[in-house]
């Protein structure tokens, strides 16, 4: 086997493993999503519970700035994740 060809090979297999999402990057998506559920539960119980009053309003603005932004994360994680599922799938068919 030629070292162009050797070349390739690891060049492929090294795209491939970048392309997936590691185990910690799982482990920051799942702690992502917990973040989410407690930021969803504090907003709806300041909104239920507390007085209105302008100081409530910030924090639950302020709040809804944290969600936003890991929904971003979140989004990009899901779609790198489904990617590089969708290449496995293609690879394990085609060498199938």
């Known amino acids: 086997m030629s ?9 492929t ?5 970048r392309s997936r ?7 920051m998506a799942y702690q992502v999503r917990v973040a989410m559920d407690r930021i969803k539960f504090a907003i709806k119980h300041a909104e239920q ?6 100081h409530m309003r910030d924090a639950s603005l302020e709040l809804l700035d944290a969600l ?15 990617g590089a599922t969708e290449r496995n799938g293609s690879v ?3 060498q199938g």
Request: glycine residues 0%; hydrophobic residues 40%.
């Open 49 to 54: 519970f507390s007085k209105p009053c302008i």
């Open 21 to 27: 999402p590691s185990p910690l990057e799982f482990e």
């Open 13 to 17: 297999i090294e795209a491939e493993v």
């Open 68 to 82: 936003e932004r890991l929904e971003s994360l979140d989004r990009r994680f899901q779609i790198r994740s489904k």
């Open 3 to 11: 070292s162009e060809i050797m070349h390739q090979i690891v060049e």
């Open 92 to 94: 394990a068919e085609a």
